[in-house]
């Protein structure tokens, strides 16, 4: 449910174009994109003080009058997601650029960056008054309305449901913004009972603190809570999975089973994980041999036995990565984790910093493809000139004259791609191995429970007659990457 707003910029273009071009905003600047001009702080700037001043015959950065109204230069345009749609960089990236094609053609001069830094996902957008063939672009009530339904449009035809579907038309900025923030009822006995988890020793203990805070807790069919000042209860069950009464048991018992864990580490040189996981295959095997578990074969041509079990192979993954990365316990993965996300965030900047020069790269020598081609043209339209000015602009600026200078962009642009790859290639690895470790914790967290053979053999019994009933054997999962090779490092 994106909102749009937008303000005229009258002065100041340039620190407004390095201000959404931060490289601490947006990824080192790989969400960066650009229309009619070159992505680079510098070289939009002058992309657009190119075609301002050609049209109006005013300067870019005049000074403000003293009296009256001073000249709109550029239109910035925000787009915030809120967090509840779960947008992705990437996605609220492409959704950005597509919305901004839409709402103002193919004409504009436009910078777009999709920051995020902060806890929701928005896209910033500078656009030149004037496009490249001189139309101007106004901003009022009406085409606001408009950029947002195309805004809307955009949204829909990515999955993403508008504001205008989802009861906030009416909506002041303002009220948007503190439900963006998590300011609701919900949130707030969300963070209330996650705070509490961490101190309490029972789930009674926790509701007498929320009781002393001033809540209160209607028990029946379904407990339901009400914060202080909430006019109506709500369900546990509605606020999230995680906060039903079980699961805040659970919660509970797994904050004191990871104590209790580290505790018996010192003194059995940490061979928990080993032994719970190796037990849970023991256990699922005799299982299978007592005829006593669901099939869930992992190769249907082969005979139903526990190495042909999904279930004892994804856990005897698991094993084997435990036992090859040496972790003896959970303090060890957590620490094996925090290292990987150290790595992802240094491959990560490394990434997009080479990225965001071979794009720059990519782009310098398409520009001189087009300047090429427009330049080989008998006539050229009004648009085509101006594009061949700014390429021209730009190419003298980055000191590119001849065809020498081209073969050296091209050979550089080429060795930036095969390191590019390769640092893509690393990251995924470390992508692939942190998500292995959660899925390791996940699975412990389950068999902490104390339930978890129980509630696999549920799973597996619902899957096999849901399948039954679609006429259907069932099929085997998609594995995870590291059960198939080793990640790099």
Same mark, same amino acid.
């Given at each position: 449910m994106p909102y749009v707003k937008c303000k005229a910029i009258h002065t100041g273009m340039k620190q407004r174009i390095q201000y959404i071009l931060n490289p601490e905003k947006t990824e080192g600047m790989f969400f960066c994109d650009s229309h009619n001009c070159f992505t680079n702080a510098e070289d939009a700037y002058l992309n657009m003080k190119y075609i301002y001043e050609n049209y109006t015959h005013h300067k870019f950065e005049e000074p403000l009058p003293k009296q009256g109204k001073a000249r709109v230069k550029m239109l910035h345009y925000v787009q915030s997601f809120s967090p509840d749609d779960n947008v992705t960089p990437e996605l609220a990236h492409r959704m950005g650029k597509a919305w901004i094609r839409k709402a103002f053609g193919d004409n504009v001069q436009a910078v777009i960056a999709t920051h995020t830094d902060k806890a929701h996902i928005h896209n910033h957008v500078l656009i030149n008054v004037f496009g490249i063939d001189g139309h101007k672009y106004n901003s009022n009530k009406k085409t606001l309305s408009e950029v947002r339904e195309h805004s809307d449009r955009v949204c829909l035809a990515f999955d993403i449901q508008p504001i205008m579907n989802n009861k906030h038309m009416g909506m002041t900025y303002k009220e948007w913004d503190a439900r963006r923030k998590g300011m609701s009822w919900k949130e707030q006995i969300r963070r209330e009972i996650d705070t509490l988890v961490l101190s309490s020793k029972s789930y009674d203990e926790l509701a007498a603190a929320l009781e002393e805070k001033g809540y209160e807790i209607k028990y029946g069919m379904h407990t339901a809570i009400r914060a202080p000042g909430q006019k109506r209860f709500t369900r546990l069950s509605t606020i999230g999975d995680e906060y039903t009464i079980d699961s805040i048991n659970s919660r509970i018992l797994w904050k004191d089973d990871l104590g209790n864990a580290s505790r018996e580490d010192s003194y059995n040189k940490g061979q928990v994980l080993t032994i719970c996981f190796a037990g849970i295959i023991t256990q699922l095997a005799k299982r299978i041999v007592d005829g006593k578990k669901p099939e869930l074969k992992r190769d249907e041509k082969l005979p139903y036995l526990p190495n042909n079990d999904r279930d004892v192979f =994804?856990?005897? *993954? =698991?094993? *084997?990565? %435990? &036992? @090859? !990365? &040496?972790?003896?316990? %959970?303090? #060890?993965? #957590? *620490? $094996?984790? /925090? /290292?990987?996300? $150290? !790595?992802? @965030? $240094?491959l990560t900047e490394e990434f997009n910093a080479l990225n965001t020069q071979h794009s720059e790269l990519e782009k310098l020598l398409q520009q001189i493809e087009v300047y090429y081609d427009l330049s080989s043209r008998d006539k050229l339209s009004l648009s085509e000139k101006m594009r061949l000015q700014i390429i021209k602009q730009t190419l003298s600026r980055h000191g590119i004259r001849d065809k020498a200078d081209i073969d050296r962009l091209a050979a550089e642009n080429r060795e930036l791609a095969e390191k590019t790859s390769a640092l893509k290639n690393e990251l995924e690895g470390c992508h692939n191995l942190k998500k292995a470790y959660q899925e390791i914790k996940d699975t412990y967290n389950d068999i902490s429970k104390g339930d978890y053979i129980s509630k696999l053999i549920e799973r597996n019994r619902a899957l096999e007659n849901s399948s039954h009933e679609q006429g259907s054997p069932t099929q085997s999962t998609v594995l995870p990457t590291y059960d198939k090779k080793k990640p790099k490092l």
């Open positions: =994804q856990i005897g *993954a =698991q094993l *084997a990565l %435990i &036992n @090859r !990365m &040496n972790i003896h316990s %959970i303090g #060890e993965l #957590e *620490a $094996k984790s /925090e /290292e990987t996300d $150290k !790595m992802i @965030r $240094k």
